[in-house]
């Protein structure tokens, strides 16, 4: 099975280490990415650089993306020289986060062209992409879920949300709001702890030995916001697209988000202070400028 061509479009953050793993695990690999900074690493390692997402899907059968935005991923499927026009494909596994919406007209689109499309967003971040231990969603006709299971389970394990295009993604937006929250409403009782007085690394530890503990008392605030580097690794703007997908989609849904809303205006506050491209745990950062204290520890 690992002596089978795959294609990779989007090889950055996520997708080098994701490629990466497919060709320890035996699989050649055909990528494409706009930035050879992305792509020379991956070619060291023995993957063929294409020249464009359709020659990607010129060469492979099966070809998998990984990218940042609902609109990227659009182009790159069905754009002109999106891998829709390539002559070779079958299936199209989307890992990017785009929500339900996208990933219903980019399923419609490939099928008019006999592609199947797989919605596979993935949990864990780069972390989890380099150890091969990410939660990958997955939603799709189930005999192509049986043929890509092989391929998927080299990046963590798997959850089989269904048949119908975006419910993967909707799994993925629901916990991702939820880490967002968890960010949120732990960076604003930490603030107030430590304007009150208390040592910001005993009072952690207290939430994570009590009923409070949560991802980012557990993980964000002692990697990345204590040690005063705000380096986790996922974006405020990839953070405040995939709350605002969620936002929507919910409301679409008639489902109403008072909490949600919160989150989603917390994560334009940090965009707006420190830009789309700061690490979402910037998050403290506001709370620690309105509070006029340093979480630290």
Do not use: H
């Amino acid at each position: 099975m690992a002596s089978q061509l795959l294609g990779f479009v989007g090889v950055g953050r996520m997708g080098g280490p994701m490629v990466s793993r497919l060709i320890a695990a035996g699989y050649p690999v055909v990528i494409f990415d706009t930035q050879k900074a992305a792509t020379d690493p991956l070619v060291a390692l023995g993957a063929t650089l294409a020249a464009s997402p359709r020659d990607v899907a010129d060469q492979a059968e099966i070809v998998l993306v990984s990218l940042p935005t609902p609109d990227i991923v659009k182009a790159v499927a069905l754009g002109p020289d999106g891998v829709a026009a390539g002559a070779k494909v079958r299936v199209m596994i989307d890992l990017s986060t785009t929500g339900p919406g996208a990933a219903t007209i980019v399923a419609a689109g490939l099928a008019e062209k006999n592609i199947v499309a797989v919605d596979s967003p993935v949990s864990g971040g780069i972390k989890g992409a380099v150890a091969g231990t990410l939660a990958v969603m997955v939603s799709c006709p189930p005999a192509t879920y049986e043929e890509v299971t092989p391929i998927l389970q080299t990046f963590g394990k798997l959850f089989y949300t269904g048949e119908k295009p975006g419910l993967a993604q909707t799994a993925k937006l629901a916990n991702n709001l939820m880490a967002a929250a968890a960010l949120v409403i732990t960076s604003e009782a930490m603030a107030m702890g430590v304007k009150a007085g208390l040592d910001a690394r005993v009072l952690i530890d207290i939430i994570n030995v009590s009923s409070g503990r949560n991802s980012a008392s557990q993980d964000k605030f002692p990697r990345a916001i204590l040690p005063g580097t705000f380096d986790f690794g996922f974006t405020t703007g990839l953070s405040y697209k995939d709350v605002r997908l969620c936002i929507d989609e919910a409301e679409a849904l008639g489902v109403p988000m008072v909490v949600g809303a919160a989150v989603r205006q917390m994560l334009a506050v940090t965009q707006a202070k420190f830009g789309a491209s700061s690490d979402f745990t910037s998050i403290a950062k506001v709370l620690e400028e309105w509070a006029g204290v340093e979480i630290r520890g």
